[in-house]
Every structure is written in C-alpha cells, then in structure tokens.
C-alpha cells in the first residue's frame, strides 16, 4: 500500500510537465488555426475516449482526422527527457525547451502569413535576409501572438522566484524517472509512427517523397514533426544520399527536351523585333485586379492602361512563385524553369549551368544588365547573373541618393536613373529592371497617397488601402518613364515587356481585397490571386488583346521568338504564349489553370482530394477532368527538378 501511495504521489507529482505539455499543444494548435489546416475533428473527450477504444481495438478512425495525434506524439519525443530531471533542475531546462520551442512555433506563424508556407532548413540557410525584409515581418505580427510567448515570460519569472527559495527538494527514485521518461518515450513514438504511417499507406507516400510544398508535408507530420523530417530530408539529400543521375536518366532529360522543342512553330510576331532593345519592366506585387480598375471615379493604373491600349494585353496571365518570390519571377524569366520546392533557386543552385535568355542574347550580341536599386547579395544576385548572361548588375551602390520609400530609392528615381544609363549603353541591349516601391507592407508617404479610398479607412483595411496608393505612384513612375524612353527617341526601336513578379500575399480573409474584386469562394480567390498583368509593346505592331492563359515561363521562349530567335534550340519548359490549344499555367503545389480548367490541389497532396472546375462557370466537376493536365503539370515539375538538382544542362550532349 505504501508503494502504491509512493507511486501515486510521483505521478501526481509530474502535474507540471503535463501542463506545459498541454500549454505547448495549444501554440501548435495556433498555428493549425492561422494557417487554416485541420487539426481534429473531434473535441478534447472525444478524442481520449476513441484513442482509449483505439487502444482496446474499438478502430475509431476519427483520431486519425488532422494532426492532433501525431502533433501529441512529436511533443512528447521533443520533450520526455525532462522527466529525468526534477525540481530547479527541471524548471530550468523545461524554460529552455519552452523558449526554443515557442519561438520556432511563433517564427512559422509570422512566416506562414506572407509565403503560405513553413519554414524549412534551406530558408534558415538564407537567414542573412531576414534583416532586410524586417518592415514586413513586424506588419504580419498579431496581437493573438503573443500568447504564444506570453508563458515564456512567466516561467522566467517563476525560475528566478524558486532560484532564490532554498527549501530542501526531495528527490524521486531514479528508477521511476527513468521509467517514465522511457513509457512517455514509447508513447510518443507510437503516437507520431501510426498516424505517420498510416498517412504514407493512405497514398501520402508519393506526396510526402516529392515534397511539392511543405504545408503538404505538415499534413502528414504535424508542425514539430515538420521539422524533424525536414531536417533529417536536409541531411540525407545533401551529405548521406545526394542523387545522382545515371546516363540514362541524362538521356531521358534531353529527350523529353527534344521531343517538346520538336512541337515548337514560330509564332505570329516572329520576328518582329528583331535587333531591337529590349526592356523588361519586373513590378512588385502588381496583380492584375488594379488594371482598368477605378477606386471611387479615379483610375487606380491609368499609363499602364494606356499601354495597354497601345500594345498586346495577356489578362489571363498568371505567377508562378514559390517561397523565392520576386526570385522566383526573375528566375522563371529568365530560364523558363520551376522554381523549387524549398527555398529560392537563386540561393540553392547559383553554381548551375543555365540556358537563360540574356545568355542567349549575349551570343547575339546584346549587352545585357539588370537594374535594382538593393544590396548584391540579396536572393545572391551578384553571384548568379553572370551564370545568367548579365554583363552588369546596377546595384544600390550604383544609384544616386534620392528619397526612400520601402526598401530603397523610390521607383520614380530608380526608373529615371535607369533610363540614363540605358540611353549610353552600346545597342542593342536588353535590360531588366525590378522594382521595389511596392513590396509589402505597401507603406507610402502621406504626400504620395493622392487616391481617394474612402471607404477603406478601417484598420483592417490599411493594407489594401496602402497597395493601391502604392501601385498608383509606380504607375505614375511607368507613365514618366514610356515618356522618357520616347522623347529620348528610342521608343520606337524597343520593346517592352511588363509584368508583375507575384502577388500582394492578401490572404482570403482579406475582407477589403474581396470585396474590390468581387471574390466570393475559394475557386475565385485561387484565380485572382494569381493573375498578374502582361504588356508587350513592339514598335510597328498594331494593339491586341489575348484572352489564353499564359505564364511567367512562357516568357523566354515567346520573347526570343519575337526578337528572331530560335526557342527549339534551348531547353525551354515554358510554351509559345500565341499557342491556344495547350495553354495551361502549372503552380509549384501542382495547381493549375487552363483556358477550360482550374484545378486546386489539396492540402493532404493526394490528387482525388483536389477541386476541378470549369472556369467560364466556376462549377465544380470530378478531377478526372482535370487529370490529363495534372499529370502533363507534374512532369513539367519534375522535369525542371530534375534539371537544378542534377545540374543536368551541363551533363547533356552538346
């Protein structure tokens, strides 16, 4: 009876490490909640009662809805051997884990906010960049956020109370530490293993392998668990098992190339300007809901609907960015690849060999060079434009100071130092210039806000309400740029191509945005969010509008063949933009977009968990309707995958 009491007391004793297990669980449940993915489906006794009856074989499947179970499971492996200490001892490193712990679970909520996803090991080897995207971070934070690291301050409070009682600790029996360190152990293994594997069973293996997006990752590991397999994936793909590629998975490459460049026909602007200059404009966050679009009697964009009405108009194009953002826009630009899966493809594979379009147009005899007004080393562009064929890269140092708004110098000075040098370079040239006013938070001097918003005056408004005063003054600057370019007579012997490189990141809860768009469920949002504007302008060319889908991979093959090239002759994934019957846009989760179709994946990574949709209706229909451009989307992605991580444009026969 006395053992029994024993027992009892040091069971009861361990109240402590219960609630601050249960304290971490309500974070993890947090981000669950942010981020919108299912954590149970079933309440707190409900779901100890049908994990008991799954204990004593009943087969409640419901524990297995969400990542509750597995999310138990990994806390306990992230922290049982707490049990093996006690008293101060205890409290101490408890604290530790708690700081730790808490600020990962805090770091993933603010960065989910902005990117939809996690953070993963690669992006926490870019971490050189957070400094200077701190304006955003601070924009994303929550007043609900603070409960996450609420209890961290008080833990220190208490640790720093007891530290200075001195009251004697009596100390369990190591045995019955050791005991239950080992059964919470066991507990938790089981409890992340059996759901983990049953995900895998369940058809997640594919998914889970592949990694396409990291929240589909976290549907199969929870938040905790999320990390774990990430950091254990780092280390095998990078030091324990790095893929290497045989000679006949090389030759399947080049074949797949061959056989998609055998399809390629020149296209009704062949031609049409070639030996002309040529400047791309890249526009932050500029999405294509603003264009032709008024804000009480005022046009929120009218130059850029000017060249609209004088140049070709794709309304139906769309980004295609990952976690690398306006990177990824740069990169899809230039060498009509994917972006990765993790991480940008600036920063994991600067050392690759590129078929990249201003190499292409170096051999022909353009002078090439990017204009942005931001440090070298950000995203790693002074190391991966030579790789691209960029004869200079115009940097902050190489602009002259002027007013910041944002990030750097405005965009008005930007474009008006650009256009200077541009009119002393050797021609023809071909520069890209990436703007920068308009990054998120949006944020524009009182001066400079000239629309009229009312009716967007609320504080959950202020970001929609910044964007548009924000995309209104870069489109002043694009006016007095054109401008520039045609009272410096070069107007009429260079084409311009502008885009916008990603969206605003307005989530669909951004009640301001659906209402000015009109969005109304998810299928709407999906598009919208999406849609980004192209304009070309090519001297001599009459004004059109193309109603196909199109994307940002498409450019480098279509702008090549307009400037006389030869697009067959590279390894292009992306299409001919004037080719209708197979137009579709391909997301890095595996999403798409046809000129019939829209498809959105599920979160879960499993294909018949994805919504299809006929788009001229927005019905829903069965994703075998969908499957043939699914399928065509993920070798694309696995194709371009393939050629990063392989590095296999340096492997092919030349």
Same mark, same amino acid.
């Given at each position: 009876?006395?053992?029994?009491?024993?027992?009892?007391?040091?069971?009861?004793?361990?109240?402590?490490?219960?609630?601050?297990?249960?304290?971490?669980?309500?974070?993890?449940?947090?981000?669950?909640?942010?981020?919108?993915?299912?954590?149970?489906?079933?309440?707190?006794?409900?779901?100890?009662?049908?994990?008991?009856?799954?204990?004593?074989?009943?087969?409640?499947?419901?524990?297995?809805?969400?990542?509750?179970? *597995?999310?138990?499971?990994?806390?306990?492996?992230?922290?049982?051997?707490?049990?093996?200490?006690?008293?101060?001892?205890?409290?101490?490193?408890?604290?530790?884990?708690?700081?730790?712990?808490?600020?990962?679970?805090?770091?993933?909520?603010? #960065?989910?906010?902005?990117?939809?996803?996690?953070?993963?090991?690669?992006?926490?080897?870019?971490?050189?960049?957070?400094?200077?995207?701190?304006?955003?971070?601070?924009?994303?934070?929550?007043?609900?956020?603070?409960?996450?690291?609420?209890?961290?301050?008080?833990?220190?409070?208490?640790?720093?109370?007891?530290?200075?009682?001195?009251?004697?600790?009596?100390?369990?029996?190591?045995?019955?530490?050791?005991?239950?360190?080992?059964?919470?152990?066991? *507990?938790?293994?089981?409890?992340?293993?059996?759901?983990?594997?049953?995900?895998?069973?369940?058809?997640?293996?594919?998914?889970?392998?592949?990694?396409?997006?990291?929240?589909?990752?976290?549907?199969?590991?929870?938040?905790?668990?999320?990390?774990?397999?990430?950091?254990?994936? #780092?280390?095998?793909?990078?030091? +324990?098992?790095?893929?290497?590629?045989?000679?006949?998975?090389?030759?399947?490459?080049?074949?797949?190339?061959?056989?998609?460049?055998?399809?390629? +026909?020149?296209?009704?602007?062949?031609?049409?300007?070639?030996?002309?200059?040529? *400047?791309?404009?890249?526009?932050?966050?500029?999405?294509?809901?603003?264009?032709?679009?008024?804000?009480?009697?005022?046009?929120?964009?009218?130059?850029?609907?000017?060249? *609209?009405?004088?140049?070709?108009?794709?309304?139906?194009? #769309?980004?295609?960015?990952?976690?690398?953002?306006?990177?990824?826009?740069?990169?899809?630009?230039?060498?009509?690849?994917?972006?990765?899966?993790?991480?940008?493809?600036?920063?994991?594979?600067?050392?690759? @060999?590129?078929?990249?379009?201003?190499?292409?147009?170096?051999?022909?005899?353009?002078?090439?060079?990017?204009?942005?007004?931001?440090?070298?080393?950000?995203?790693?562009? #002074?190391?991966?434009?030579?790789?691209?064929?960029?004869?200079?890269?115009?940097?902050?140092?190489?602009?002259?100071?002027?007013? =910041?708004?944002?990030?750097?110098?405005?965009?008005?000075?930007?474009?008006?130092?650009?256009?200077?040098?541009?009119? @002393?370079?050797?021609?023809?040239?071909?520069?890209?210039?990436?703007?920068?006013?308009?990054?998120?938070?949006?944020?524009?001097?009182?001066?400079?806000?000239?629309?009229? @918003?009312?009716?967007?005056?609320?504080?959950?408004?202020?970001?929609?309400?910044?964007?548009?005063?924000?995309?209104?003054?870069?489109?002043?600057?694009?006016?007095?740029?054109?401008?520039?370019?045609?009272?410096?007579?070069?107007?009429?012997?260079?084409?311009?191509?502008?885009?916008?490189?990603?969206?605003?990141?307005?989530?669909?809860?951004?009640?301001?945005?659906?209402?000015?768009?009109?969005?109304?469920?998810?299928?709407?949002?999906?598009?919208?969010?999406?849609?980004?504007?192209?304009?070309?302008?090519?001297?001599?060319?009459?004004?059109?509008?193309?109603?196909?889908?199109?994307?940002?991979?498409?450019?480098?093959?279509?702008?090549?063949?307009?400037?006389?090239?030869?697009?067959?002759?590279?390894?292009?994934?992306?299409?001919?933009?004037?080719?209708?019957?197979?137009?579709?846009?391909?997301?890095?989760?595996?999403?798409? +977009?046809?000129?019939?179709?829209?498809?959105?994946?599920?979160?879960?990574?499993?294909?018949?968990?994805?919504?299809?949709?006929?788009?001229? @209706?927005?019905?829903?229909?069965? =994703?075998?309707?969908?499957?043939?451009?699914?399928?065509?989307?993920?070798?694309?992605?696995?194709?371009?995958?393939?050629?990063?991580?392989?590095?296999?444009?340096?492997?092919?026969?030349?």
């Amino acid at each position: 009876m006395d053992k029994l009491k024993t027992a009892g007391k040091f069971v009861l004793g361990q109240w402590d490490y219960a609630l601050f297990v249960l304290l971490l669980l309500g974070k993890v449940y947090y981000f669950s909640k942010v981020s919108g993915n299912l954590f149970a489906t079933l309440g707190p006794v409900e779901f100890v009662s049908g994990f008991a009856a799954r204990l004593f074989g009943a087969g409640n499947e419901q524990v297995f809805d969400g990542v509750l179970m *597995i999310s138990v499971g990994t806390l306990l492996l992230c922290t049982f051997w707490l049990l093996l200490l006690s008293g101060r001892k205890r409290l101490f490193w408890m604290a530790i884990t708690n700081i730790v712990l808490s600020f990962v679970i805090l770091a993933d909520t603010v #960065y989910f906010r902005y990117f939809e996803d996690i953070i993963s090991v690669t992006v926490l080897m870019q971490m050189g960049q957070v400094g200077d995207v701190g304006d955003s971070i601070l924009a994303l934070f929550r007043l609900s956020d603070a409960l996450l690291v609420v209890d961290v301050l008080l833990m220190a409070v208490l640790l720093v109370v007891i530290a200075r009682k001195k009251t004697a600790i009596q100390k369990p029996s190591p045995w019955a530490k050791v005991g239950t360190a080992l059964l919470v152990l066991v *507990i938790g293994w089981q409890m992340t293993a059996v759901p983990f594997n049953k995900s895998m069973e369940n058809g997640g293996e594919w998914q889970f392998n592949k990694l396409i997006s990291n929240m589909r990752v976290y549907n199969f590991t929870g938040l905790l668990g999320f990390h774990g397999a990430n950091i254990t994936r #780092y280390v095998e793909d990078n030091w +324990i098992n790095r893929k290497v590629y045989s000679t006949d998975e090389i030759s399947a490459a080049q074949d797949w190339f061959d056989e998609r460049n055998a399809q390629r +026909i020149p296209g009704p602007y062949s031609g049409a300007a070639s030996g002309h200059n040529v *400047i791309v404009l890249q526009v932050e966050a500029l999405q294509q809901f603003v264009i032709n679009a008024e804000v009480n009697g005022q046009e929120i964009t009218p130059n850029l609907n000017r060249l *609209i009405r004088e140049g070709l108009y794709f309304p139906n194009f #769309y980004e295609q960015t990952a976690l690398g953002r306006t990177s990824d826009a740069e990169f899809l630009l230039n060498t009509s690849l994917y972006p990765t899966a993790e991480g940008s493809a600036y920063m994991l594979y600067a050392e690759n @060999t590129f078929d990249a379009l201003p190499a292409v147009l170096q051999e022909q005899g353009y002078q090439t060079s990017v204009f942005h007004p931001y440090k070298p080393s950000f995203w790693n562009r #002074y190391l991966i434009y030579p790789r691209l064929g960029i004869d200079r890269f115009y940097s902050e140092s190489d602009f002259d100071e002027a007013e =910041v708004i944002g990030w750097a110098i405005n965009d008005e000075a930007l474009l008006d130092q650009s256009l200077a040098e541009m009119a @002393t370079l050797p021609e023809p040239f071909y520069s890209h210039i990436v703007t920068l006013t308009s990054h998120h938070p949006f944020e524009m001097p009182e001066r400079l806000q000239v629309l009229d @918003t009312e009716g967007y005056g609320g504080y959950h408004d202020r970001h929609f309400r910044n964007y548009l005063h924000s995309i209104h003054y870069v489109d002043q600057a694009i006016g007095k740029f054109v401008d520039g370019l045609d009272q410096k007579g070069m107007l009429d012997h260079t084409m311009l191509a502008i885009f916008g490189d990603h969206s605003t990141g307005m989530t669909p809860d951004t009640e301001a945005f659906n209402k000015f768009t009109g969005v109304e469920d998810p299928f709407e949002y999906f598009e919208a969010n999406k849609n980004v504007p192209l304009i070309l302008n090519i001297p001599g060319v009459e004004p059109n509008t193309f109603s196909q889908v199109a994307s940002q991979l498409d450019l480098a093959p279509t702008l090549l063949d307009i400037l006389g090239g030869d697009p067959s002759a590279h390894h292009f994934i992306g299409r001919d933009m004037w080719n209708t019957d197979d137009a579709q846009a391909t997301f890095r989760d595996g999403s798409f +977009i046809t000129n019939e179709l829209s498809f959105i994946a599920s979160s879960d990574g499993l294909y018949e968990n994805g919504s299809c949709f006929w788009r001229m @209706t927005g019905e829903a229909v069965g =994703v075998e309707a969908c499957e043939e451009p699914f399928l065509e989307g993920t070798k694309e992605l696995e194709m371009s995958d393939d050629m990063l991580r392989g590095n296999l444009l340096d492997k092919f026969e030349r």
